[in-house]
């Protein structure tokens, strides 16, 4: 009851000296014109001929350019990407990221990388799977699901290739059961 006889009276929040909204309306500065009006009505159509013309030549131009999701500077195919719990190397750990298995052609030759990279997306390591590459099941302890793995990183100071041995800890026995086909897959691709 107290409300409605504020509201009546012109105070509380929307009305009087100390309300809490007083003033002017946000749009009362504004004067409405011809020019305005026009400008609104007719901001998304050409008014001539000759501006449609432009509008056409303008959208056949953008259709004949080359659409940048069709051209691909990278060879590679990701055949296996999956997050692990660790990745270790014998240079140190690496932590929780994901790990891809990458197969490409390029001038005629066939590759296969092996690619860890961080939960940012930073590559942390590269590798090569060749022919003379293993893989074999570390120990089986209670609650880790592990694979070592031996890969071949190319040392970008020296320039010489060098065996890398890796211990990869999986989250779940599957993705360590498609890693094991894909690892045999990449190998077939060689």
């Known amino acids: 009851a107290d409300t409605e006889n504020k509201a009546k009276s012109g105070t509380g929040l929307f009305g009087g000296t100390s309300s809490l909204f007083k003033g002017k309306s946000l749009f009362s500065g504004i004067k409405s014109t011809e020019s305005n009006k026009n400008s609104f009505i007719n901001?998304?159509?050409?008014?001539?001929?000759?501006?449609?013309?432009?509008?056409?030549?303008?959208?056949?131009?953008?259709?004949?350019?080359?659409?940048f999701a069709a051209i691909s500077k990278d060879p590679y195919t990701k055949i296996f990407n999956k997050q692990v719990e660790k990745f270790r190397t014998k240079a140190g750990d690496k932590g929780n990221g994901h790990l891809s298995v990458e197969t490409g052609e390029k001038d005629g030759k066939k590759f296969v990388l092996f690619n860890f990279r961080n939960p940012i997306g930073k590559t942390l390591f590269t590798g090569q799977i060749v022919e003379a590459c293993k893989k074999h099941k570390a120990l089986d302890k209670p609650g880790k699901i592990q694979i070592k793995v031996v890969v071949i990183e190319k040392d970008m100071k020296t320039g010489n290739l060098t065996p890398m041995p890796s211990l990869i800890s999986f989250n779940r026995t599957d993705d360590l059961k498609e890693f094991n086909e894909k690892w045999d897959e990449a190998k077939k691709f060689l």
């Open 43 to 67: 901001s998304g159509k050409a008014a001539t001929k000759k501006e449609k013309e432009e509008e056409k030549d303008q959208e056949k131009k953008e259709d004949t350019k080359p659409s």
